[in-house]
């Protein structure tokens, strides 16, 4: 695919990466990806933003065919699906210099292999002028990494966000516009990867909705290049905000079918009192629909059959990773079953670690349900929804 152009000093550069369907051997990506670089030119100097991965590096050489000088190659984010192929574009451009953040310095050296006098550190807010077109650095780091910096070209009012604002989605559209796949692909983007670091993005989509930045276009390095800007960033705003939603998560696992027999049952009593539930079969599930899901639940229920005594291994997955991702669920809660003696709630617990999180009284059976299982659940199912009208 050739360059593709956004505006009159900027072109789209990259792959599109059909067939991926694993990221960093565990993020599922069903709809492929892309890995875009972006090429801004002035009348005195042009600059690649970001390369691609070094799998696709093919790709990127023949759309630099007849640049022939590069002044810099400006790194937003050191992980290889944004840098990987930057020793060779130098290996190419020789005279080009690296811009990156203070904290990059070290990193690109140590990931990447470059030299650190081929680096020159750029501070928040720090501008380059191309001749009739400027950029300015912004540092954002911990989205994702400690070192993420984002791009402004004032003249074209274009954003440059590497992960941020992005989605794992192969297209050959350039823009999203009129792609109805790009919203929910981003808010699995947000889910499985952006979700941690929530407070600092609000941080940032406050810096950028200041006025100092009008922006006409956001352009990621996965996914297209977003045309309505309002659209990502109105959901950003609700993904990152405080609010959940009447929903309650049902990550489980069944081995004998106690567990899954619980799970009917708890998910028919909170429907009965107007509360929405999404079980997930651990052993089936997707963990980017899982995490889609964590973004608006306001309880989570781990629902794990004891493995000797503590819980089965797909529910240890599925409790780190929702320790991990952070959410802002309220409540939790355990229930399950087991053979002889139980670890399941402090174990799961153990792994969540969310301060100020609620945990109600687990429901752990011994052996098959009962008449006082059913009862037990269905307090549970009055309690949560008691806590979901309160909210």
């Not at 629902?303 to 929702?322: I, K, R, S």
């Amino acid at each position: 695919m050739n360059r593709r152009r956004l505006g009159p000093n900027i072109e789209w550069l990259g792959s599109i990466d059909w067939n991926r369907r694993l990221f960093d051997a565990l993020i599922p990506t069903p709809h492929g990806t892309s890995y875009n670089a972006y090429l801004v030119r002035g009348q005195d100097k042009t600059v690649l933003v970001d390369t691609v991965d070094p799998a696709k590096k093919d790709d990127l050489f023949h759309q630099l065919a007849g640049v022939e000088r590069l002044d810099a190659v400006i790194i937003q984010h050191v992980e290889q699906d944004h840098s990987g192929a930057l020793p060779d574009v130098l290996d190419r451009y020789p005279d080009a210099s690296v811009l990156a953040t203070p904290k990059a310095v070290s990193m690109i050296e140590d990931h990447l292999g470059v030299p650190a006098e081929r680096i020159t550190p750029v501070e928040d807010g720090e501008t380059l002028d191309l001749g009739g077109e400027k950029l300015e650095f912004l540092h954002a780091p911990w989205v994702h990494w400690p070192e993420t910096m984002l791009t402004y070209v004032r003249g074209q009012r274009v954003l440059l966000t590497c992960d941020l604002f992005g989605s794992h989605l192969a297209t050959s559209s350039l823009f999203a516009s009129g792609d109805d796949r790009m919203l929910p692909a981003a808010k699995r983007y947000f889910a499985e990867i952006m979700m941690p670091f929530s407070s600092a993005i609000r941080g940032y989509l406050n810096r950028l909705e200041s006025g100092r930045y009008p922006i006409e276009m956001i352009a990621p390095s996965h996914g297209p290049v977003v045309d309505s800007p309002e659209t990502i960033l109105s959901a950003y705003r609700r993904w990152t905000g405080d609010d959940t939603q009447n929903l309650v998560v049902i990550p489980y696992a069944t081995m004998h079918g106690s567990t899954g027999r619980m799970v009917d049952h708890l998910a028919s009593a909170l429907t009965e009192r107007q509360v929405a539930v999404q079980p997930f079969d651990m052993a089936i599930t997707d963990l980017g629909d899982l995490a889609m899901s964590l973004v608006d639940a306001r309880t989570v229920v781990f629902a794990a059959p004891a493995v000797l005594v503590g819980p089965h291994p797909a529910m240890v997955t599925a409790a780190y990773l929702v320790g991990a991702l952070r959410p802002k669920f309220r409540v939790a809660c355990v229930i399950g079953s087991y053979g002889w003696a139980c670890q399941t709630q402090e174990r799961i617990e153990s792994l969540v670690k969310r301060p100020n999180l609620e945990w109600l009284s687990p429901v752990l059976i011994k052996g098959q349900p009962r008449k006082e299982t059913w009862e037990a659940l269905d307090r549970l199912a009055d309690e949560i929804a008691d806590r979901h009208a309160a909210a």
